[in-house]
């Protein structure tokens, strides 16, 4: 499998120069950032993709609820040379998640979706479990006892999946709606990106829309994420990164993946420009309402582990609270994170799997938050 790899560290001293040394366009708004800060900034990210070897990698900042920078780092495409760049488009994985939980809190605000009733009332296709009703407030908080990737110790073959649905909320229904709960729903936390596509189910049942165009219409229009859009692996999508995995020390290019069938929990692509404003949006309650904001981020199940409201992940530092999800499948890995006391976010896309892009988040995060 190495054969076919490519070893940055043997990539020629033109390749190193344009992964570590050329950054893409950068923008400011709303001040940018002081230039001592982009600096630091910058540095970190320099240092953590070389100690990853990661061919590409775009961050946005926002401060004060304001877009302030954007950068792109590397390659988008390492064979014909593309830089990456604030604009570039990566598989965003399960960073899909908030997208569709503000989504869903968007149809509850509007009185459209009961997120405590059974969600056949908006999914009758998902049939009822002998367990217990599921409601979408379980689903969003990973509490209703859907699987994951894995089904007993064999691993679940849509990891790599390779089929285009056409029906991406019905057909992708119909690859886990048969299987046993692995909990009593409102029990136990189970991580899961097919609850996701359980909640894009409920989110057209409520709307009377499609999932993906209620998403672009009511989130990401509003939002100004006009790059945004859904992963289809057989589109030509202007932008869209090259992916790629890691194989003892070689970067090559990663498995082949169609995401059509979890959408709503792991298939969207978008950059780091459009996150930004994502994360605008959120902070300046133009999606929803900052009570609406509040109850998503109300931790709905906590342990030493981890803290989880709906869609969002829920930590401190610095002494404030951060809201925030990492994502991670073939050929990308990505972090958003967003502080509200100081209205303070941060975005990281990858075109590395398992590189780690919370890491990276995380470490910039700290640097921007008041010491």
């Known amino acids: 499998m190495n054969q076919g790899g490519l070893s940055i560290s043997r990539c020629g001293p033109r390749i190193v120069c344009?992964?570590?040394v050329l950054a893409g366009i950068s923008v400011a708004q709303g001040g940018g950032l002081a230039p001592p800060t982009r600096q630091k900034l910058e540095t970190e990210i320099q240092k953590f993709m070389a100690a990853k070897s990661i061919p590409g990698l775009s961050v946005a900042i926002v401060k004060n609820g304001n877009f302030v920078?954007?950068?792109g780092f590397g390659m988008a495409d390492l064979e014909n040379s593309v830089p990456a760049t604030p604009q570039t488009l990566y598989r965003l994985a399960s960073v899909s998640k908030p997208i569709t939980a503000v989504a869903a809190l968007q149809l509850w605000q509007a009185g459209k979706l009961d997120l405590d009733a059974p969600v056949q009332k908006f999914c009758p296709a998902f049939p009822v479990k002998e367990d217990g009703a599921i409601n979408t407030r379980e689903l969003l908080s990973h509490m209703a006892g859907i699987r994951h990737y894995h089904l007993g110790k064999a691993l679940d073959p849509l990891v790599g999946s390779t089929k285009h649905l056409k029906d991406p909320i019905k057909e992708g229904l119909d690859f886990f709606k048969n299987d046993p709960l692995v909990a009593k729903p409102g029990t136990?936390?189970?991580?899961?990106t097919y609850g996701y596509t359980l909640i894009g189910c409920a989110i057209e049942g409520a709307s009377d829309k499609k999932y993906v165009d209620y998403v672009m219409k009511s989130v990401f229009a509003p939002a100004g994420m006009n790059n945004t859009q859904v992963d289809n692996r057989l589109a030509i999508i202007p932008h869209r990164t090259s992916f790629y995995q890691k194989e003892s020390g070689h970067v090559q290019n990663a498995d082949f993946l169609d995401s059509s069938y979890k959408i709503p929990g792991g298939g969207w692509l978008s950059s780091a420009e459009d996150?930004?404003?994502?994360?605008?949006?959120?902070?300046?309650?133009?999606l929803v309402t900052r009570a609406t904001r509040d109850f998503m981020w109300t931790p709905r199940y906590t342990s030493k582990e981890r803290s989880y409201g709906m869609g969002w992940g829920i930590t401190k530092v610095e002494g404030q609270l951060i809201y925030s999800h990492s994502g991670g499948q073939q050929g990308t890995s990505t972090f958003i994170a967003v502080a509200p006391k100081s209205k303070t976010g941060v975005v990281v896309l990858s075109n590395l799997e398992e590189s780690d892009a919370n890491d990276l988040g995380k470490e910039l995060m700290k640097m921007l938050l008041p010491q």
Do not use: K
Request: proline share 0%.
């Open 188 to 192: 136990e936390f189970h991580y899961s």
């Open 18 to 20: 344009l992964l570590f």
């Open 69 to 71: 920078w954007a950068n």
């Open 275 to 286: 996150m930004a404003r994502f994360e605008v949006a959120i902070l300046n309650d133009t």
